[in-house]
């Protein structure tokens, strides 16, 4: 018959004699002869690499030809660049950036391209000029240097103004300042200022209340035109007014609970009498009071010397 190494070599059951019995249970008897050891691997194969570094193998070798395709093809489209003539680091230096000493410094002139000259060690301020319009509006103005203008109405309007009956109506207009008016409601106004880019806010203090606007030169005309009408045809709407009155009755309840905005009214209250011991916050019994028809009397009378001029 056959030998038992061909029959292991083939495949087929190996006879019977190879298996003792032992209590009724078969379990095969271990031949101790050499010849039924597995045959070691040639020598020319190389020994097989692990899952992991075999994917990262092929990832690279991957890599590297995407790289040498893109230097093949890619070098005649950027050949006027000197990257691609001073780069040759390879794979790794792709990956890595081990060639990146080759590109120049930083300190050498890319050709073709003109630096602009350094600004000088001091830039004079700018003087104001003061111009009296036939109206009887004065104009200050200053040139900057810059693309951006800022222009702003500044006029005699503050809590030193106010009285009795009219206590937190500073307050009160400077929430209702760039909100509906005669000629544009509140979107459309939001609307063209975001159109070209600006800025609109407003600001009351105890003696002068300012509108500014901030946009690109270009749109002086617009931005005057905008200052004009929100601060010479406020419309008032109801609902807006009841809104802005909410939104001061929660501004006083967060006051309370900050100790710096309370001393620095007690100290108005404490240093000065008069007109600057007033409040410059709406109080809220002031905000019980306030309505539309407190604003327009309160405009009408501080604003009344500038109507005429904005015609």
């Not at 008897?29 to 040639?42: D, E, G, H, K, M």
């Not at 070098?75 to 006027?80: G, K, L, N, V, Y």
């Not at 792709?94 to 003109?114: A, K, Y």
């Not at 009219?166 to 159109?195: C, D, I, K, P, Q």
Request: aromatic share 6%; with cysteine.
């Amino acid at each position: 018959g056959s030998s038992p190494e061909g029959s292991a070599r083939s495949g087929s059951r190996p006879p019977a004699s190879l298996y003792t019995t032992r209590r009724g249970v078969s379990c095969p008897r271990i031949n101790p002869s050499p010849a039924a050891a597995p045959l070691p691997p040639p020598p020319s194969s190389p020994p097989p690499l692990p899952r992991d570094l075999g994917s990262q193998a092929t990832m690279y070798r991957a890599a590297g030809s995407h790289l040498r395709s893109l230097k093949n093809h890619g070098a005649s489209r950027f050949a006027s660049t000197s990257v691609v003539k001073q780069s040759s680091g390879g794979l790794f230096s792709w990956l890595l950036g081990g060639g990146s000493s080759q590109l120049p410094p930083l300190d050498v002139p890319l050709p073709g391209i003109t630096i602009p000259p350094p600004l000088p060690d001091f830039v004079e301020q700018s003087k104001t000029k003061i111009t009296t319009l036939p109206n009887g509006i004065k104009i200050a103005s200053e040139t900057s240097p810059g693309a951006a203008a800022s222009v702003g109405l500044y006029i005699d309007c503050g809590s030193i103004y106010e009285t009795p009956a009219s206590s937190g109506a500073s307050h009160l207009l400077e929430r209702m300042a760039f909100r509906s008016t005669a000629n544009r409601s509140h979107l459309r106004l939001v609307r063209e200022v975001e159109a070209i880019g600006g800025n609109v806010s407003a600001s009351a203090s105890r003696e002068q209340m300012s509108y500014t606007y901030d946009a690109l030169k270009s749109y002086a005309p617009e931005m005057v035109e905008v200052l004009v009408d929100s601060v010479r045809n406020p419309a008032f709407l109801e609902w807006e007014v009841k809104e802005q009155l909410q939104k001061i009755k929660s501004e006083i309840s967060e006051v309370s609970s900050n100790p710096q905005g309370l001393l620095l009214e007690a100290l108005h209250s404490a240093g000065y009498s008069g007109a600057l011991a007033k409040p410059l916050m709406a109080t809220e019994s002031a905000i019980r009071r306030l309505d539309i028809s407190t604003l327009e009397e309160f405009i009408h009378v501080r604003f009344s010397d500038l109507f005429p001029m904005l015609e």
